[in-house]
């Protein structure tokens, strides 16, 4: 009886049938939007991988793992983000968001517009039933080759976040290209094969029973999480009625939703349930609500705040870490690196070789100048007095001490500097033998 007068309280407006359909056709938006950005990161350059450096590519940036502030401020910020959303709207990632779920709802409907409306995989094991007058080969090609060809182009959006488009582009064509990796179409292959038989066969199935980042989004769920409401106090309605259960592609009961369930907060369900009140000019019985599911209406309004402002208390201290980690990293990134190691060249206990290593780390032409402070320029000599480079990557410059300087160490620097002010130096503690 509590759930009732909590529900009681919530202004009810009956809506068009049209109308009623809006919080469907927002889902679909907001899952088409979420693949158009999950191909527009890489595409523009705000996020890659490149391999070969074993860095990530921010605006053709490498940010290595040493640009500790950046890497960490970031993933800092976005994880206590992720905790806040995981514990106000639940898993509805999943419902709005996820790929996965995108393609399999997608796949579910071309299949029952192929094969007939019982056509679909039930997760409950039940078998599916084709319809007598659509199990003919054409459809059933049509389906294959239209999962084939939805797998291909899937499987071609994680290339973008290894390679520019130019390269992925050099991919499809069949052209030559350097960049290329030699295994890339084997890769490829297998990406297509995972995504046709998730498409094909597995569907929700991930969802429901093999969804690792689920479980993770389970973990920050409370009773005021996100979920769905139902109006018990109109059950009457639902004595012949089971439209929102038959929509369910999770096959869940949207009427007695709990906490741990794996209902994705996707909505189709209050969806269905508005579009067949509508038509009786009467709301639907199902809504989305934050709050304790039991509360009355003030306690709802109380719980609502303590709860968000306990959920800000506690990740706004890492958030505001992570941005000022940032913030640091995006002002102390250096565009070059130096980097001095002992030359793998020995010449018995004595070392008179060093490798001098200067990295680019933007995706644009450089030149970087090298010298040594502390020894007198008769006693070394490079094999290069400059990093020229064409693009992003390492130079290696060879510094060789030479015979005359007494036993014992020495202490020099090698110093590189570029013409936009940047300079940076290596100590190198140079030890000679007696002889
Ligand atoms: S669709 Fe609405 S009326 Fe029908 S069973 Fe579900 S909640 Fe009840
Ligand atoms: S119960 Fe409703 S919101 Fe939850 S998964 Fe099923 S249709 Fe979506």
């Given at each position: 009886m509590q759930s009732n007068n909590s529900l009681s309280g919530?202004?009810?407006?009956?809506?068009?049938?049209?109308?009623?359909?809006?919080?469907h056709w927002q889902r679909r938006a907001l899952q088409w939007f979420t693949i158009a950005v999950a191909i527009l990161i890489p595409a523009a350059g705000l996020f890659r991988i490149d391999p070969m450096a074993g860095a990530f590519v921010v605006?053709?940036?490498?940010?290595?793992?040493?640009?500790?502030?950046?890497?960490?401020?970031?993933?800092?910020?976005?994880?206590?983000?992720?905790?806040?959303?995981?514990?106000?709207?639940g898993t509805a990632f999943c419902g709005w968001s996820c790929p996965q779920n995108s393609l399999s709802e997608w796949a579910n409907y071309l299949t029952q517009k192929l094969l007939g409306k019982r056509a679909e995989l039930s997760?409950?094991?039940?078998?599916?039933?084709?319809?007598?007058?659509?199990?003919?080969?054409?459809?059933?090609?049509?389906?294959?080759?239209?999962?084939?060809?939805?797998?291909m182009l899937f499987a071609l959006i994680p290339l973008f976040y290894?390679?520019?488009?130019?390269?992925?582009?050099?991919?499809?064509?069949?052209?030559?290209?350097?960049?290329?990796?030699?295994s890339l179409h084997f890769i490829y292959f297998?990406?297509?094969?995972?995504?046709?038989?998730?498409?094909?066969?597995?569907?929700?199935?991930?969802?429901?029973?093999?969804?690792?980042?689920?479980?993770?989004?389970?973990?920050?769920?409370t009773q005021h999480t996100l979920h769905i409401a139902y109006d018990s106090s109109r059950s009457a309605l639902c004595e012949k009625c089971n439209y929102c259960a038959t929509q369910c592609f999770l096959e869940l009961d949207p009427k007695s939703t709990d906490i741990y369930d794996t209902c994705i907060n996707c909505g189709e369900c209050i969806t269905a349930c508005n579009s067949l009140q509508a038509?009786?000019?009467?709301?639907?019985?199902?809504?989305?609500?934050?709050?304790?599911?039991?509360?009355?209406?003030?306690?709802?309004?109380?719980?609502?705040?303590?709860?968000?402002?306990?959920?800000?208390?506690?990740?706004?201290?890492?958030?505001?870490?992570?941005?000022?980690?940032?913030?640091?990293?995006?002002?102390?990134?250096?565009?070059f690196h130096l980097a001095v190691y002992r030359a793998d060249t020995m010449h018995g206990p004595q070392i008179s070789d060093y490798r001098?290593?200067?990295?680019?780390?933007?995706?644009?032409?450089?030149?970087?100048?090298?010298?040594?402070?502390?020894?007198?320029?008769?006693?070394?000599?490079?094999?290069?007095?400059?990093?020229?480079?064409?693009?992003?990557g390492r130079i290696d410059l060879q510094l060789h001490i030479k015979d005359g300087l007494p036993p014992g160490i020495h202490s020099f620097l090698v110093i590189a500097s570029a013409p936009d002010g940047w300079q940076d130096r290596y100590r190198?503690?140079?030890?000679?033998?007696?002889?």
């Open positions: 919530i202004p009810i407006t009956a809506e068009t049938p049209k109308a009623s359909m809006r919080l605006l053709d940036r490498q940010i290595w793992w040493s640009d500790f502030f950046l890497v960490f401020g970031f993933w800092l910020v976005l994880a206590s983000g992720a905790v806040l959303l995981y514990s106000t709207v997760l409950d094991g039940e078998k599916m039933k084709v319809g007598a007058n659509k199990n003919k080969w054409s459809n059933w090609a049509i389906l294959g080759i239209s999962f084939l060809a939805a797998a290894f390679y520019p488009p130019a390269v992925v582009w050099s991919f499809i064509a069949f052209q030559q290209d350097a960049r290329l990796a030699g297998v990406f297509v094969a995972v995504i046709f038989l998730d498409i094909a066969f597995i569907r929700h199935f991930w969802c429901r029973f093999m969804c690792i980042y689920k479980v993770w989004q389970h973990g920050f769920k038509k009786q000019g009467q709301p639907g019985l199902l809504r989305f609500k934050i709050g304790d599911r039991d509360a009355t209406r003030f306690a709802l309004l109380k719980t609502r705040l303590s709860s968000l402002s306990s959920r800000v208390h506690w990740t706004m201290p890492f958030a505001l870490l992570g941005i000022s980690m940032f913030v640091w990293g995006l002002v102390s990134y250096e565009r001098v290593a200067v990295s680019n780390k933007i995706y644009d032409s450089a030149v970087v100048d090298i010298s040594v402070d502390g020894l007198d320029s008769s006693l070394y000599q490079f094999d290069l007095a400059q990093a020229r480079f064409n693009d992003v190198v503690q140079h030890f000679v033998a007696s002889k």
